[in-house]
DNA sequence: CGTAGCTTTGAACAGGCTCAAACCGAGTGG
DNA sequence: CCACTCGGTTTGAGCCTGTTCAAAGCTACG
């Protein structure tokens, strides 16, 4: 199978056979992190980063009563900790919320690819750019959308960002993440979480079973969520 | 007076002499907007990025019901809109919260930055990655502390910021920010807002007359806050 | 001296939380 | 093949943090 990060920069820009080759090189090892295993931790200072090629995967912390907050959730062809090049010690910790199949970056490879490769330096800047957009986003509806809003929003965002990289079925997606992981990523009870997720199962806005989530009115769940998917940055265009 | 995005920049890494030169050079025109206007407007596709070189200014998103969150609060020598270089499209907009002396950087110049000047690409994807990274906390401090945790915790962080940019006398910063953008900024009411501060006040944490706030109590008030600074990355490394 | 914008106060209300227990389904061992 | 266990989901009831609405108090400025 394809890279599947290829996949998503080629959604955003056009990748010369170079830029593309030297991705793929830069790939130093494929390893597998099992289901709740810290990919990552807060204060690690890692020498490489890791690019989800399959799997769930979010990035977290924990404050002082044990409470955690999930800062985002990553699915395949995303970069975990990229900032981590630069920013060299994570704020965060990363943790597997399925089997994870990750590719390890060296960061020595990527100031290789700043110095070499002017325009896929951008494109891996974009990435992180995303991340930041998806960030700012997040805050708006945790401040100011009530939560099922909130909710329905989160499920809009990755509804699409799934189907970008090939992992939906028409409208359905596997998202193999748990109430209480739902919870700490909108800062809410599980309880409240599952109230929630009924009344959208209730408006029949969505299905929601198992690990399959099926969009049964997009049009309706977006004006619920208050979705606009500009932040995605989905567009093809020079960069 | 010296741009204060290079002594932002000089404080996490070296810069060469040329960098700084290229940076200064990177300057088209300096401009000057009053408070409660606009920078930048959601949705615009500005072809350069502004610095803000004096001033306070936030990034802000407004919702359906006509409630407000802002994403980021700029001190100067922060860039509001270097992501506009790459995502093309802003996701939300800027907002001046005072009069603010701001500075363009054509988006050619920044192309010709990242052909040219590999490691000052690096500081200035650096730079993004630091906003990426306060989002990140802020998403934490809003989902998972109370009220008075948050506002402790942006208190601590705007006091760093401003003091790392030559903006602090002693333990007093001039904050010039109403309750109500406190409180779109925390996602909390002007009222609880209010009702914050003075616990913070009657706790002797802090002093906050006018726009000057005053630290009184620095150990305290990051403990109520739960604030360390790793995220800023205050510490000069080689990038 | 008046006004405009910001801060402060009070009182009722509500959205989401906590605690506690029951339920459910898939895998596991006897 | 059935009982058991474990992780996750669902339900109920009372509570608490922060909201809303409305009005009064400040203060800087013209």
């Known amino acids: 199978m394809t890279n599947p990060l290829i996949l998503k920069l080629e959604q955003r820009d056009q990748l010369s056979d170079d830029e593309k080759k030297a991705l793929e090189n830069a790939i130093a090892r494929i390893r597998v992190v099992e289901a709740d295993e810290d990919i990552v931790r807060e204060g690690d200072r890692p020498t490489e980063s890791s690019l989800l090629l399959d799997g769930f995967a979010a990035r977290y912390k924990i404050v002082s ?11 395949p062809g995303d970069f975990l900790d990229l900032h981590s090049f630069l920013l060299k010690t994570m704020d965060h ?3 597997a919320l399925t089997t994870c199949r990750i590719a390890a970056v060296p960061h020595a490879t990527l100031e290789k690819i700043t110095d070499e490769f002017p325009h896929l330096t951008r494109m891996l800047w974009l990435n992180t750019l995303i991340d930041g957009a998806i960030h700012r986003e997040w805050l708006t509806a945790m401040g100011r959308l009530s939560a099922t809003a909130h909710m329905a929003h989160l499920i809009c965002e990755l509804f699409l960002r799934l189907k970008a990289v ?5 409208d359905t997606v596997q998202l193999p993440v748990t109430q209480a992981e739902l919870g700490d990523t909108l800062g809410l009870s599980t309880v409240h979480v599952n ?13 929601f079973q198992g690990d399959a989530l099926t969009i049964l009115d997009w049009e309706r769940l977006t004006k619920v969520g208050e979705f606009t998917s500009t932040y995605l940055s989905l567009q093809n265009e020079d960069r």
């Open 93 to 95: 910790g990363v943790l």
């Open 195 to 207: 109230r929630v997720l009924q009344e959208l199962r209730k408006e029949r806005l969505i299905r």
């Open 166 to 170: 090939g992992r939906a079925e028409g």
């Open 65 to 75: 009563n044990g409470r955690r907050q999930i800062s985002a959730l990553h699915v």
